[in-house]
T-cell receptor, first 113, second 112 residues
Framework: KQEVTQIPAALSVPEGENLVLNCSFTDSAIYNLQWFRQDPGKGLTSLLLIQSSQREQTSGRLNASLDKSSGRSTLYIAASQPGDSATYLCAVKYGGATNKLIFGTGTLLAVQP | EPEVTQTPSHQVTQMGQEVILRCVPISNHLYFYWYRQILGQKVEFLVSFYNNEISEKSEIFDDQFSVERPDGSNFTLKIRSTKLEDSAMYFC??????????FGPGTRLTVL
């Protein structure tokens, strides 16, 4: 069964700290992986999409890496700010005919001022 | 910046009633999706739609669910006879030809 898990489930850090969120997937035959941010009671904001052929993608203070062979992706957030507080979700799209994203459990991040 | 919109933001209905959730995808997008998130659980895929037909559906998407693109802009999810367990946040998403899916703000459905 294709599953996506994220650890830790929750993380609290002081403002200014660099941090890493982890995403693991059971089947390494992924097509791409997308990181999202979800604010309480709100929709999903796409942060980064990383293709299976890529090792990393960067957007501002965010950097996502992908290691297919180990079934892992990390989202690195530099110089965290209170405004980064949210739930971060990773979602995997597998190859073949499927269109769907399989989501992880999410990491709830709190950045303390 | 273009975005996916959804209405209503919150829908309350009685068990057994029909509901229609509405979405306006980004205008030049070609692929459309519905996902749902039961409170405290993962976001899960329901259905994808392309070229005016369902291209993939999950086992959740049974006969009580249907989707439609009635005109060039709207994309709807109908639940024929709602159950308590249909209470969830429903997200619409769309994409163009690239791989990135863009999500709407969601409709919170509460079935009493």
């Amino acid at each position: 069964k294709q599953e996506v898990t994220q650890i830790p489930a929750a993380l609290s850090v002081p403002e200014g700290e660099n941090l890493v969120l982890n995403c693991s997937f059971t089947d390494s035959a992924i097509y791409n992986l997308q990181w999202f941010r979800q604010d309480p009671g709100k929709g999903l904001t796409s942060l980064l999409l990383i293709q299976s052929s890529q090792r990393e993608q960067t957007s501002g203070r965010l950097n996502a890496s992908l290691d297919k062979s180990s079934g892992r992706s990390t989202l690195y957030i530099a110089a965290s700010q209170p405004g980064d507080s949210a739930t971060y979700l990773c979602a995997v799209k597998y190859g073949g005919a499927t269109n769907k994203l399989i989501f992880g459990t999410g990491t709830l991040l709190a950045v303390q001022p | 910046e273009p975005e996916v919109t959804q209405t209503p933001s919150h829908q309350v209905t009685q068990m057994g009633q029909e509901v229609i959730l509405r979405c306006v995808p980004i205008s030049n997008h070609l692929y459309f999706y519905w996902y749902r998130q039961i409170l405290g659980q993962k976001v899960e895929f329901l259905v994808s739609f392309y070229n005016n037909e369902i291209s993939e559906k999950s086992e959740i998407f049974d006969d009580q669910f249907s989707v439609e693109r009635p005109d060039g802009s709207n994309f709807t999810l109908k639940i024929r006879s709602t159950k308590l367990e249909d209470s969830a946040m429903y997200f619409c998403a769309s994409r163009f030809q690239g791989d990135e899916q863009f999500f709407g703000p969601g409709t919170r459905l509460t079935v009493l």
